[in-house]
Nanobody
Framework: QVQLVESGGGLVQAGDSLRLSCAAS????????MGWLRQAPGKERELVAA????????YYADSVKGRFTISRDNAKATVVLQMNSLKPEDTAVYYC?????????????WGQGTQVTVSS
């Protein structure tokens, strides 16, 4: 059974940091790119950060560059999103996802999501 279990969301103030973690199981983690997507109320889901199976040069949305860092540990089948200098516009449900070479058009697996709320 495939599982992606996110943790680490919460309510913080602008300027604070949060660390989101995703624990994967039930599939060959090291063969998938991993990413974090978010969806705010009334907005489309967007890819925030992604990292290839090998941990190569990561992708970041322009809105989070310089503030967010994605990393993975293939031995532990985990992916982490470190979020610093949070802004109210970062408020959203954050989803961990796994993608097998679709360019994130159709991720194979999704987590249940974790809420991040940033107050001003």
């Amino acid at each position: 059974q495939v599982q992606l279990v996110e943790s680490g969301g919460g309510l913080v103030q602008a300027g604070d940091s949060l660390r989101l973690s995703c624990a994967a199981s039930g599939f060959t983690f090291s063969r998938y790119a991993m990413g974090w997507l978010r969806q705010a109320p009334g907005k489309e889901r967007e890819l925030v950060a992604a990292i290839s199976w090998s941990g190569g040069i990561p992708y970041y949305a322009d809105s989070v560059k310089g503030r967010f860092t994605i990393s993975r540990d293939n031995a532990k089948a985990t992916v982490v999103l470190q979020m610093n200098s949070l802004k109210p516009e970062d408020t959203a449900v954050y989803y961990c996802a796994a993608d097998r070479s679709t360019g994130w058009s159709q991720p194979s697996y999704w987590g249940q999501g974790t809420q991040v709320t940033v107050s001003s």
